[in-house]
T-cell receptor
Framework: DGGITQSPKYLFRKEGQNVTLSCEQN?????MYWYRQDPGQGLRLIYY???????QKGDIAEGYSVSREKKESFPLTVTSAQKNPTAFYLC???????????FGPGTRLTVT | EDQVTQSPEALRLQEGESSSLNCSYT??????LFWYRQDPGKGPEFLFT???AGEEKEKERLKATLTKKESFLHITAPKPEDSATYLC?????????????FGTGTLLAVQP
């Protein structure tokens, strides 16, 4: 079955620690995205990648970093510079025209 | 600035009681309008894409319609399993490639 997997489902970290969230897709999609979801707010775009070895900042990239070394994988690192990292993180992918984005199950990150 | 507003924020229906959810949008050239369903703690599930005013799409008890300023998600004879948050998003030609602008969602509860 084709789809997007995110791991882990829940992640707990102490302040000051970097943490990497995994996102893998086997849909053969070129484009991949990272969004953040907070209560009472719409999903906000963190980073996106249209093609391997290339990525662009979204609306809220500060304190985050990404890599795109393989078509199937788009990991997100939440650094200690992110002021408010506790949130629900969603990875998505799409075909090159980008009309429909398909989402993974999400990772809930809690930083204390 | 591209913007999406969804109403109501929350809606409680009795099983079988039909209703509609609203998504108002402003965008510099609509490339597509998307409806997603999101269950608690899970990633959004793609429902529909609408491209131009007058277009309609149906899936089981759901029907999405589009005008130049808004979209409606009509729910006919809902069942308790239709309970979820329904998200609306738009993609415009003016901004970053493939970027989706999301509303904050409508939380639907269908009581038996």
């Amino acid at each position: 079955d084709g789809g997007i997997t995110q791991s882990p489902k829940y992640l707990f970290r102490k302040e000051g620690q970097n943490v990497t969230l995994s996102c893998e897709q086997n849909l053969n999609h070129d484009a991949m995205y990272w969004y953040r979801q907070d209560p009472g707010q719409g999903l906000r775009l963190i980073y996106y990648s249209q093609i391997v070895n290339d990525f662009q900042k979204g609306d809220i990239a500060e304190g985050y970093s990404v890599s795109r070394e393989k078509k199937e994988s788009f990991p997100l690192t939440v650094t200690s510079a992110q002021k408010n990292p506790t949130a629900f993180y969603l990875c998505a992918s799409s075909t090159p025209n980008g009309y429909e984005q398909y989402f993974g199950p999400g990772t809930r990150l809690t930083v204390t | 600035e591209d913007q999406v507003t969804q109403s109501p924020e929350a809606l409680r229906l009795q099983e079988g009681e039909s209703s509609s959810l609203n998504c108002s949008y402003t965008v510099s050239g609509l490339r597509g309008l998307f409806w997603y369903r999101q269950d608690p703690g899970k990633g959004p599930e793609f429902l529909f894409t609408l491209y131009s005013a007058g277009e309609e799409k149906e899936k089981e008890r759901l029907k999405a319609t589009l005008t130049k300023k808004e979209s409606f998600l009509h729910i006919t004879a809902p069942k308790p399993e239709d309970s979820a948050t329904y998200l609306c998003a738009v993609q415009g030609y003016g901004g970053a490639t493939n970027k989706l602008i999301f509303g904050t969602g409508t939380l639907l509860a269908v009581q038996p």
